[in-house]
Nanobody, 126 residues
Framework: QWQLVESGGDLVEPGGSLRLSCIVS????????IGWFRQAPGKEREGVAC????????NYADSVKGRFTISRDNAKNTVYLQMNSLRPEDTGVYYC???????????????????WGQGTQVTVSS
């Protein structure tokens, strides 16, 4: 059974940092791209970042470029999202999911992703 579990969410002040983790089981991380998404109350889900199966290709939403970094450690079956210079508008539930490829179009759509995790809450507030 494929499973993705997110962790690392917390309450942080504006300008702070967090690192989210997405631990996968039931499939080989080597075979899939992983994407991070977020959803704020009353807003549509937004694709934040994705990383290819090899780790050589990454894509980011314009709203997080230069602040967030996605990385993966296939040996640990884990994908990370390092979030720096956090803003109140980064608040939301963050989810990870898998796809075959990482492209900016599929990240924006999210429709090709599956095996969604349960999410981890990130709150940026003073």
């Amino acid at each position: 059974q494929w499973q993705l579990v997110e962790s690392g969410g917390d309450l942080v002040e504006p300008g702070g940092s967090l690192r989210l983790s997405c631990i996968v089981s039931g499939f080989s991380l080597d075979d899939y791209a992983i994407g991070w998404f977020r959803q704020a109350p009353g807003k549509e889900r937004e694709g934040v970042a994705c990383i290819s199966s090899s780790g050589r290709l990454t894509n980011y939403a314009d709203s997080v470029k230069g602040r967030f970094t996605i990385s993966r450690d296939n040996a640990k079956n884990t994908v990370y999202l390092q979030m720096n210079s956090l803003r109140p508008e980064d608040t939301g539930v963050y989810y990870c999911a898998k796809d075959l490829v990482c492209t900016i179009l599929t990240l924006k759509s999210g429709s090709k992703y599956d095996s969604w995790g349960q999410g981890t809450q990130v709150t940026v507030s003073s």
